[in-house]
């Protein structure tokens, strides 16, 4: 059973960058899509971006496209969301998701293994 641990969150400066990592246990990660999300408080959780299995096709929120990346490190098991230029808009919990085939990049409802999330705060 897949299971995935997100890391990196943190208190950055608006400007700044951070990286989270998603490390997966008990299967291999490339085998999986994997999205990130990021709820803020009193909003609905929202997608980011998704890298796919095959060719490391991405996708981004238009509002972090050129700011944020998505890659992957088969062998750390690891996807990863660079994030920078962070505004205070940026500030939530972050969440990585995987799945085999998620129907959409942009439901969370389309992943089945999800970590518990990390804090990103933008403030300064």
């Known amino acids: 059973q897949l299971q995935v641990v997100e890391s990196g969150g943190g208190l950055v400066q608006p400007g700044g960058s951070l990286r989270l990592s998603c490390t997966a246990s008990?299967?291999?990660?490339?085998?999986?899509?994997v999205g990130w999300f990021r709820q803020a408080p009193g909003k609905e959780r929202e997608g980011v971006g998704c890298?796919?299995?095959?060719?490391?096709?991405?996708n981004y929120l238009p509002s972090v496209e050129g700011r944020f990346t998505i890659s992957r490190d088969n062998a750390k098991n690891t996807v990863y969301l660079q994030m920078n230029s962070l505004r205070p808009e940026d500030t939530a919990v972050y969440y990585c998701?995987?799945?085999?085939?998620?129907?959409?990049?942009?439901?969370?409802?389309?992943?089945?293994?999800w970590g518990q999330g990390t804090q990103v705060t933008v403030s300064g």
């Open positions: 998701a995987a799945d085999y085939s998620p129907y959409s990049c942009w439901k969370a409802s389309a992943f089945d293994h």
């Open positions: 008990g299967d291999a990660l490339e085998n999986y899509a």
């Open positions: 890298i796919r299995i095959t060719g490391g096709l991405t």
